[in-house]
């Protein structure tokens, strides 16, 4: 008999309502920008990521394992966005590589921090602003500064008693800048909008009430737009909303292929004679990506090769790097 697995129920997946999803279809046929903004109002704007953000509730409120992995995908995509902009040349394989690879509490290396960063981004509890602190700067390596520090309770603070979660963000980021031009002619340990779009994201996170944040602005607005906005609360307020109309879109469809790849696996499960599963079923289920390694002692190397080679031939589970090696695993 197949061992009996206990698993944990996969969470609806949530849509975008059929407004929003005519203006998906309709900005592939390049027939018209809604989801981008282009051309609308800042209240339609606005409108527009009001509600995308309220579709991305039921998957961002929540803490389903299949939660921390759309989360953790969602950083791997942002890290690539984030390393390419200082000119480095990894690719989102690469930097899973660098991660995943490593041995245990080794240094991932420059590129492979960035997705540590937003790794630690992604796990951050948003109701603990103290912990902010120690999350971005442990994540990026860099010294903890008084006047970086500084920065971020300009950003915190500006983001309190705002009418809605979209202006505490547009908040938080146009104090960060202002408070770095009184700063002006500092050298900083890294660029200050890395701070703006990172702070963003937790602001967010804690004005909706989700568990962790969600890398909508380090995916979508880039440091050049970011310094354009500068300390222009309007500004900022039209750019989070362009943006994360968009980028919270894409992040749903991510959802909605993720969900799929684990009602498969679910589908798969039962079928499998290999004892003490249940940690890998979860680990696949939390983890972009899975070694046979990260198994242990769970099950013995053999045993973890065994198991994603028959997850694979089922379908239930994607070979990720593309090597006869060194494989890692995901869904």
């Not at 942002?78 to 690879?101: C, F, H, K, N, S």
């Not at 004005?207 to 944040?213: D, F, N, R, Y």
């Not at 469809?253 to 004679?273: I, K, V, W």
Request: include cysteine; proline fraction near 8%; aromatic fraction near 6%.
């Amino acid at each position: 008999m197949p061992p009996r697995l206990i698993l944990p129920p996969l969470p609806p997946a949530p849509v975008l309502p059929p407004w929003l999803q005519d203006t998906q279809e309709l900005e592939k046929a390049d027939r018209t920008p809604l989801l981008s903004g282009r051309g609308e109002g800042a209240e339609a704007q606005a409108f527009r990521a009001g509600a995308v953000l309220g579709c991305l509730q039921p998957v961002a409120g929540s803490a389903s394992p299949i939660g921390t992995l759309w989360r953790r995908r969602l950083a791997v995509h942002a890290a690539a966005v984030l390393v390419r902009q200082i000119g480095r040349p990894e690719t989102e394989r690469q930097l899973r590589d660098a991660w995943v690879l490593r041995a245990p509490d080794a240094d991932p290396g420059p590129a492979g921090r960035w997705l540590g960063w937003v790794r630690a981004l992604v796990s951050l509890d948003p109701t603990h602003p103290k912990s902010w602190w120690d999350a971005f700067c442990e994540g990026q390596g860099v010294a903890r500064e008084p006047t970086l520090k500084a920065l971020m309770e300009a950003g915190v603070t500006a983001a309190k008693k705002q009418p809605t979660p979209l202006h505490a963000a547009a908040a938080c980021a146009a104090a960060v800048l202002e408070h770095r031009e009184a700063e002006e002619g500092r050298t900083w340990v890294l660029p200050v909008e890395v701070l703006a779009l990172w702070l963003t994201d937790v602001v967010l996170a804690r004005s909706l009430g989700w568990v962790a944040p969600v890398p909508l602005s380090l995916l979508s607005v880039s440091w050049a737009a970011a310094r354009s906005a500068g300390c222009d609360k309007t500004a900022w307020l039209t750019l989070c909303s362009r943006h994360m109309a968009r980028a919270g879109a894409e992040a749903l469809a991510l959802f909605a292929t993720l969900h799929q790849a684990g009602e498969r696996l679910f589908a798969a499960a039962p079928s499998l004679r290999i004892k003490k599963i249940d940690r890998a079923i979860l680990m696949l289920l939390e983890e972009d990506a899975v070694t046979p390694r990260l198994l242990q002692p769970h099950l013995s190397d053999r045993a973890g090769r065994r198991l994603f080679d028959h997850l694979v031939a089922q379908g239930a589970v994607r070979e990720l790097s593309g090597r006869a090696a060194f494989r890692l695993y995901g869904l």
